[in-house]
């Protein structure tokens, strides 16, 4: 369980604060869908990092599963998000010199997990995300679609609890779109919590809740299936 | 993180920039190739040098005019300044201990024979100087015993300056004239090399009174003393210096210089070749080292956002520092290792054209010269580990 209270994060750009969050409160539940929307410079992409521990808030608690993860030092933060938490991004990040099978190895790698077990888990990974076939291709040799695939095996080859996604669709096609999202709800199905970050009204709707953030702060929280209401009233007028 | 994995992804970031991995594994090269190649030379001179010196044996010291060890000027007093004489030499030969004494006078004289002459080294010796100086008569004798003051026209010849003069004729019992006077050669010596520079080979042996009274000298060069061992360096130097210091005066207007002495001397000459050899190497290392600096701090730079990757995948700092370290120390390794096979190579392709060449490779320094580049690499390292280790991941994520 993710629960935030009173969150803030402000950047000090020469003589003015800028808050990137102004206090929010938000509690997401185990194997909840999330969809977080908002304008550009809304925040979004700022709560993602800090659920995602990657930033720290300026003021506020951060509890994740009951435990305060302010005090916490760099490297117990680290070993939660390779083992707790996995990442999906917009533009993949995938390391280029390496093939979809180096790229899904490297978290078994971080955690020191043996060569020899590795192997099967990779397989095992891109085989769920379709793309066994694909293995010894380097990114380049892969469309949009399939890099985020590899991407996400690599989010989810530690059985994280929590699946963040920043605009993971942002830079699909439709169909190659729907598969990412496809496979992210399947995962979610299994009981993981899955976390959007979307500007993509499409994408926001299928999750069950959708959180709406302007300057920093949350103006709106609506079920998913409401924001397809708003979508065809606003269509309508 | 496994070591072979940090490895593993190191090298592939390497393999992926070839050229300007080969660039800097040179640079480092370069540099321990050279330290090697400066180290066996210093190694080599050293062996040489210090053979030439202990040649003489231990148990010898030799004592010249002049006081060197210590500051002033003698006779400032009034007192007389004595000089050192042939009879200062006979009285050593008193001395509890002592075993041989050779009073000996150098100068530069023409030699002639016939039609031919030849400018050589002339040594004013007595019978001692063979034993002394570890030199052989092939043909005739060497100066006979006894007074130095007998034995006056008298001439043994170094083996090149006999051949120079007589070609293949015998020259023991010919006539020679040595600066103006007339000589009777009486042996010829066996080739000798060189001895502390001096060609041992181009002179002439005089009796030292003989000497003395050609080259016009009231003085002594140098007399060379050896003593038994049982009876001790120290109690046989003292001895002769009190006995000296008696005969001069109460004066000490020579000085005493002992085998450790001129061991001393020459370690610490040495010591300065070695520390230069040491510097220009440590330069050519410190050209690698940059380099490295500079290849490591480029490739921060460009992998930024996969370090912000490896940091949104839960690598700790220390992971992100030891990485790249890791790299650093690598490319280092790789140079150093190189280096060494071609600094080794290269001195032993020396030694083979040029026979003479004083090179001595030493399994220690060639490990050393690998420990110092891995160090160097470390070290290389450490700031551009430091600064990738300290990005910011969501920054480095962001980065284009």
Redesign the interface.
């Known amino acids: 369980m993710i629960e935030l209270e009173d969150i803030w994060r402000t950047y000090q750009l020469g003589d003015t604060t800028l808050h990137a969050l102004a206090g929010i409160d938000e509690t997401i539940q185990d194997g909840e869908h999330v969809a977080i929307m908002g304008p550009s410079g809304s925040g979004k992409s700022t709560l993602l990092n800090i659920i995602g521990l990657l930033d720290r808030p300026t003021r506020g608690t951060y509890r994740l599963d009951g435990r305060a993860v302010g005090g916490l030092d760099d490297d117990a933060l680290a070993a939660i998000r390779r083992r707790g938490i996995g990442y999906v991004f917009q533009s993949y990040h995938l390391i280029e010199r390496l093939d979809a099978r180096g790229n899904v190895e490297l978290p078994l790698i971080l955690d020191g997990v043996a060569p020899r077990e590795r192997r099967g888990r990779v397989e095992a990974a891109l085989e769920a995300v379709g793309l066994a076939e694909r293995a010894d291709h380097r990114p380049s040799e892969l469309s949009g679609g399939q890099r985020q695939r590899v991407a996400i095996a690599r989010a989810t080859i530690l059985n994280p609890r929590v699946i963040l996604a920043d605009e993971p669709t942002g830079n699909l096609d439709s169909s190659s779109g729907e598969q990412v999202l496809a496979l992210l709800e399947g995962f979610r199905a299994r009981g993981l919590t899955l976390i959007l970050v979307t500007h993509d009204p499409a994408v926001a709707r299928r999750a069950e809740r959708v959180i709406i953030l302007r300057d920093g702060r949350v103006v709106r929280r609506m079920p998913g299936r409401e924001l397809q209401d708003l979508e065809r009233a606003l269509a309508g007028e | 993180?496994?070591f072979?994995?940090s490895l593993r992804?190191g090298l592939?970031?390497l393999?992926?920039h070839r050229l300007r991995t080969l660039l800097s594994v040179l640079s480092i090269a370069i540099g321990i190739t050279s330290v090697v190649l400066l180290t066996s030379i210093g190694e080599g001179a050293r062996l040489y040098v210090l053979g030439q010196f202990t040649q003489f044996g231990s148990n010898m010291f030799e004592i010249v005019p002049g006081k060197v060890e210590t500051a002033g000027l003698p006779g400032v007093f009034g007192g007389t300044t004595r000089k050192l004489s042939l009879a200062d030499a006979q009285a050593i030969e008193g001395v509890n201990g002592v075993e041989t004494v050779l009073p000996s006078v150098m100068g530069q004289a023409r030699v002639e024979y016939g039609g031919l002459g030849r400018s050589v080294t002339v040594f004013g010796v007595t019978s001692a100087a063979p034993a002394l100086w570890r030199m052989s008569v092939r043909h005739g004798s060497f100066l006979p015993p006894g007074d130095a003051q007998r034995g006056r026209h008298a001439v043994v010849l170094g083996s090149r300056l006999a051949r120079e003069l007589f070609g293949a004729e015998p020259a023991v019992g010919r006539l020679v004239r040595v600066a103006g006077a007339r000589l009777r050669v009486l042996g010829v010596m066996a080739p000798r090399g060189r001895l502390l520079g001096f060609d041992m080979d181009d002179t002439a042996f005089l009796p030292v009174s003989t000497a003395m009274q050609l080259f016009n000298l009231d003085e002594l060069t140098e007399i060379d003393v050896t003593f038994r061992p049982e009876v001790g360096a120290r109690r046989t130097t003292e001895a002769v210096r009190a006995l000296l210091r008696a005969r001069h005066d109460d004066n000490e207007d020579f000085t005493l210089i002992t085998q450790d002495q001129m061991l001393g001397v020459l370690g610490s000459v040495l010591d300065v070749v070695s520390l230069a050899v040491g510097g220009i190497g440590a330069g050519a290392l410190l050209v690698g080292a940059v380099g490295i600096l500079t290849m490591m701090w480029i490739a921060v730079g460009e992998r930024t956002?996969?370090i912000?990757?490896?940091?949104?995948?839960?690598?700790?700092?220390?992971?992100i520092r030891s990485l790249f370290l890791l790299e650093a120390t690598f490319l280092a390794g790789a140079g150093g290792a190189l280096g060494s096979l071609a600094g080794v190579g290269l001195a032993l392709i020396g030694r083979r054209f040029v026979p003479g060449l004083p090179l001595r490779i030493t399994a220690l320094h060639v490990g050393l010269a690998l420990v110092v580049s891995v160090l160097t690499g470390l070290a290389a390292g450490v700031g551009p580990a430091g600064r990738a280790a300290k990005l910011d991941?969501?920054i480095a994520?962001r980065s284009e």
């Open positions: 993180m496994r072979t994995d992804l592939s970031s393999r992926a956002r996969e912000g990757l490896l940091r949104a995948l839960g690598a700790r700092t220390s992971q991941p969501v994520l």
